[in-house]
T-cell receptor
């Protein structure tokens, strides 16, 4: 069984630029959730995709957007990067469209905005 | 708004010294409480899901319990490889998981 994978591992961007992060879900999972984790904090929910539709969104501005593809992989796009966007971005996959199911996390993408 | 508070923020134990981590929560209807382990610079690793008060789950040296207001992660005779940050999360009235800040555990040989 293949686990959740994310790319790239690390990324350095300049304030104002745009970035796309990618996630491949675990085999058999049709739901992907994205989280932002600042240093010393717990993960904060950005949004969830279930069967290619957004299925819930946290308190993040519209410049954070996403997509889910027919193979259930997903992208997180962030426009107009700000210094505070520097964080570990985590993708988690699960079965079904509810957060009551166990979510399995990928290794994360470390984004640094300078 | 769902809230999760974990204590202590950090805990240092000697190898073999058992202890417990606490996760207090307020939710509008608990649908699930989750425990994760996170090593530095890595994604969280799923440990347990608890759904109702009184439920208990065990895995090796770890045991998770749940009441109506809090959950405990008991660590029995810990080893240095148990050193990590332990995260608690709840699924309540929203379609999201709400995480606590975690407890950083260090087990010395």
């Amino acid at each position: 069984e293949t686990g959740v994978t994310q790319s790239p591992t690390h990324l350095i961007k300049t304030r104002g630029q745009q970035v796309t992060l990618r996630c491949s879900s675990q085999s058999g999972h049709n739901t992907v959730s994205w989280y932002q984790q600042a240093l010393g904090q717990g993960p904060q929910f950005i949004f969830q995709y279930y069967r290619e539709e957004e299925n819930g969104r946290g308190n993040f501005p519209p410049r954070f957007s996403g997509l889910q593809f027919p193979n259930y992989s997903s992208e997180l796009n962030v426009n107009a990067l700000e210094l505070d966007d520097s964080a570990l971005y985590l993708c988690a996959s699960s079965r079904g469209g509810s957060s009551s199911y166990e979510q399995y996390f990928g290794p994360g993408t470390r984004l640094t905005v300078t | 708004e769902d809230q999760v508070t974990q204590s202590p923020e950090a805990l240092r134990l000697q190898e073999g010294e058992s202890s417990s981590l606490n996760c207090s929560y307020t939710v509008s209807g608990l649908r699930g409480l989750f425990w994760y382990r996170q090593d530095p610079g890595k994604g969280p690793e799923f440990l347990f899901t608890l759904y109702s008060a009184g439920e208990e789950k065990e895995k090796e040296r770890l045991k998770a319990t749940l009441t109506k207001k809090e959950s405990f992660l008991h660590i029995t005779a810990p080893k240095p490889e148990d050193s990590a940050t332990y995260l608690c999360a709840v699924h309540g009235g929203y379609s999201t998981l709400t995480f606590g800040k975690g407890t950083m555990l260090l087990v010395s040989p």
